[in-house]
């Protein structure tokens, strides 16, 4: 008899994301001194944004076309880890890549609320357009309102955000190692989505990107 196979899908992934968090948290931060607060309220807001994510996920219309499970399991699996990593206390990886100064932390405490803000906003303007997987929807839409009139991908410019800025609060090395992981998992995301949406949106898509910035206005 062939064995089950469980695959986490939409919510799923996302709480099961914030479970993982919850425990990493717990576990490295079980009797934190006073000095460790800014980690918690960044803990706070990646629970609070994989929950937010969770619920509007389930507006999101059927999908037509999507990339296989093999190439989503990839990228949650880079993405997955590179968030734990700005966390989790791994041996080696230490060693402080910026001083444990308040104008760091302000700093990245400022960015950490600025890309969810941003994630949130882009998340409303793509509203049933949006998925996790690279997919075209039933009825799918090019969005260009809300920060869509400038990013093509401001989801995913909020995302590296909220890690660089969870990254220079930490101020250790194995947060910077997630952060790269990150980084790679989007830039992987990005040219395969942008492949999808030539193919779903042909001359339009072309003249809306050459009009907008990937994912960083003046550079990419």
């Known amino acids: 008899m062939a064995a089950a196979r469980v ?5 799923a992934v996302w709480a099961a994301r914030a479970v993982l968090i919850a425990i990493v948290i717990g576990i490295a931060y079980l009797f934190p001194p006073l000095q460790y ?11 609070a944004f994989s929950v937010y994510w969770g619920v509007a996920a389930k507006s999101s219309a059927d999908a037509k076309t999507s990339e296989s499970a093999g190439s989503r399991r990839i990228h949650v699996v880079l993405t997955s880890v590179g968030q734990l990593l700005l966390f989790l206390r791994v041996p080696g990886l230490r060693q402080s890549f910026v001083p444990n100064t308040g104008v ?19 998340r409303r303007h793509l509203g049933r357009n ?7 929807k039933v009825d799918h839409q090019l969005v260009r309102s809300g920060p869509y009139r400038k990013l093509r991908h401001p989801i995913y410019t909020a995302v590296i955000g909220m890690c660089v800025g969870t990254a220079l609060i930490d101020g250790h090395v194995h947060a910077l190692v997630g952060v790269a992981m990150v ?38």
């Open 183 to 220: 980084v790679g998992a989007y830039w992987r995301k990005v040219r395969m989505e942008e492949a999808n949406l030539r193919q779903a949106f042909g001359a339009g898509y072309l003249d809306y990107r050459r009009a907008t910035w990937g994912a960083i206005p003046g550079l990419f």
């Open 104 to 122: 760091w932390i302000a700093s990245g405490l400022a960015i950490l609320a600025a890309s969810v803000g941003l994630a949130i906003w882009a």
């Open 37 to 47: 607060w800014p980690m918690w309220i960044a803990a706070a807001a990646w629970i």
């Open 130 to 136: 949006w998925s996790g997987r690279i997919e075209t």
């Open 7 to 11: 695959e986490l899908k939409g919510t």
